[in-house]
């Protein structure tokens, strides 16, 4: 379970985010780093294809806006919420910025790093483990990208 609904307001800002990415016809991923005291240190959406660049995920996105803001690439005691499953890269980023908690709305069960396909935030090779809560606000969550890909089925993406 995901903490009574202690999330909600945080996945709802992400929400907000990754229906942002819609409008550059980007996949509506979106990510919030909020810090020990609540407040929004980074946000993101997905921005790949309004920048070109392919590491333009939301989290990625949140992280570096979250470590501008405070000053540093360790980002301890601070919490990522993202509204779908991180990937691998994703993963990756998230164990390098040291977040603690990660908060994800929709599992993706095809290539998801953080418990679906595989496990990298969690695994104990690694020199941080991550706490995962998932399923808050999944079924908006999931909804926001079933309609999306429905638009786009038998397009070339």
């Known amino acids: 379970m995901h903490d009574d609904g202690r999330w909600d307001h945080a996945m709802g800002l992400a929400l907000d985010e990754a229906r942002a990415a819609l409008l550059t016809g980007d996949v509506p991923v979106g990510a919030v780093v909020v810090g020990p005291d609540g407040v929004v240190l980074g946000r993101g959406h997905n921005a790949r294809e309004a920048t070109g660049d392919p590491t333009a995920h939301a989290e990625v996105l949140a992280l570096r806006e979250a470590a501008a803001a405070v000053g540093e690439w360790r980002l301890a005691g601070t919490t990522l919420v993202v509204t779908l ?49 998932g399923g808050v606000r999944e079924a908006e969550c999931a909804a926001l990208l079933t309609d999306f890909f429905a638009g786009h089925r038998g397009t070339d993406r």
């Open 85 to 133: 499953e991180p990937c691998a890269m994703c993963a990756g980023a998230i164990l390098l910025a040291r977040v603690p908690r990660l908060v994800l709305g929709a599992w993706e069960p095809k290539s998801g790093a953080t418990g679906s396909a595989w496990d990298l935030v969690r695994d104990r090779r690694m020199n941080h483990v991550v706490e995962v809560r």
